[in-house]
Nanobody, 129 residues
Framework: QVHLVETGGGSVQAGGSLRLSCAAS?????TGWFRQVQAKEREFVAA????????YYSDSVKGRFTISRDNAKNTVTLQMNSLKPEDTAVYYC?????????????????????????WGQGTQVTVSS
């Protein structure tokens, strides 16, 4: 089991930027970001594999968010630009030691057939209009 700690949440006005970081206590195969608005289902945002840096994004954030990893620091970063009020949510980092592509992670999670093995505690992102 890998311990994940998210940092970098906060409040920003629409059009602004925030950077989230996820520090992992160990190495996993893939790390993803998910978000949840109160009373709604948690949704996939982006994911990246550690070995080759393969990435995948949800349609709602594509072109605005960038996920990257720092192998030396065991950290995954989510750079969020052009933020919108609808991006307001609690953002969770999740990781899995199993071999799965970022696209498969997204599709399988949204389809209800997959759930990452490890989760962080979440960090709040609030975007005001």
């Amino acid at each position: 089991q890998v311990h994940l700690v998210e940092t970098g949440g906060g409040s920003v006005q629409a059009g602004g930027s925030l950077r989230l970081s996820c520090a992992a206590s160990g190495r996993t195969y893939i790390t993803g970001w998910f978000r949840q608005v109160q009373a709604k289902e948690r949704e996939f945002v982006a994911a990246i594999t550690w070995n080759d840096g393969d990435t995948y994004y949800s349609d709602s954030v594509k072109g605005r968010f960038t996920i990257s990893r720092d192998n030396a620091k065991n950290t995954v970063t989510l750079q969020m630009n052009s933020l919108k009020p609808e991006d307001t949510a609690v953002y969770y980092c999740a990781a899995d030691p199993g071999i799965i592509t970022p696209q498969k992670m997204a599709i399988s999670y949204e389809g209800g057939s997959y759930r990452p093995y490890d989760w962080g505690q979440g960090t709040q992102v609030t975007v005001s209009s």
